[in-house]
Antibody, heavy 125, light 107 residues
Framework: EVQLVESGGGLVKPGGSLRLSCAAS????????MNWVRQAPGKGLEWVSS????????YYADSMKGRFTVSRDNSKNSLYLQMNSLRAEDTAVYYC??????????????????WGQGTMVTVSS | EIVMTQSPATLSVSPGERATLSCRAS??????LAWYQQKPGQAPRLLIY???TRATGIPARFSGSGSGTEFTLTISSLQSEDFAVYYC?????????FGQGTKLEIK
């Protein structure tokens, strides 16, 4: 079964840090670009970051640049999101999501066909 | 940044009837448009990509149309499990952006 499972969420104080993980299974992880998308409580979906299959290309939403770092370890079938200088407005469910089509190392825009169940991040004092 | 605007915000439809949801882009996104369904407490589920191609396992009652700036998701005969929030997403330009969602509720 194709599956993504996030972990690492929790309660953190403003200015603090958190590292999210996403474990992939059931598909060739190293062939797909991966993404992080978040959803604040009661709000819509917001794209956070994307990383190409070999980590050669990385993009971030402007509000996360300089604070968030995406990475992956293809040997462990895992995706990560290091979040620093967290703010109250970063409170959200964070989802990892797979691009719909395998790509040969480039970072091309695509729909997201597989999503994890999400992990909740709460930034509060 | 391309702004995606969905309408209406809430749509009330009876089971068995047709639902039509709209999504408008602030500039052309060609056919690089996806639709997702999200139920409470669940992750989004891909329904349509390329504006009109159903994702794997999606029932034929879901159909997408449009190109450029105007898009439509049609659910031909609503089933009880279809009542949810629907989002459109453009993936033509960085940053990829989502609409604010349309809540489809039972009338």
């Amino acid at each position: 079964e194709v599956q993504l499972v996030e972990s690492g969420g929790g309660l953190v104080k403003p200015g603090g840090s958190l590292r999210l993980s996403c474990a992939a299974s059931g598909f060739t992880f190293s062939s797909y670009s991966m993404n992080w998308v978040r959803q604040a409580p009661g709000k819509g979906l917001e794209w956070v970051s994307s990383i190409s299959s070999r980590s050669s290309y990385i993009y971030y939403a402007d509000s996360m640049k300089g604070r968030f770092t995406v990475s992956r370890d293809n040997s462990k079938n895992s995706l990560y999101l290091q979040m620093n200088s967290l703010r109250a407005e970063d409170t959200a469910v964070y989802y990892c999501a797979r691009d719909s089509h395998p790509q040969s190392g480039y970072l091309l825009l695509d729909a997201f066909d597989i999503w994890g169940q999400g992990t909740m991040v709460t930034v509060s004092s | 940044e391309i702004v995606m605007t969905q309408s209406p915000a809430t749509l009330s439809v009876s089971p068995g009837e047709r639902a039509t949801l709209s999504c408008r882009a602030s500039q052309s996104v060609s056919s690089n448009l996806a639709w997702y369904q999200q139920k409470p407490g669940q992750a989004p589920r891909l329904l349509i990509y390329g504006a009109s191609t159903r994702a794997t396992g999606i029932p034929a009652r879901f159909s997408g149309s449009g190109s450029g700036t105007e898009f439509t998701l049609t659910i031909s005969s609503l089933q009880s499990e279809d009542f949810a929030v629907y989002y459109c997403q453009q993936y033509n330009n960085w940053p990829q952006t989502f609409g604010q969602g349309t809540k489809l509720e039972i009338k």
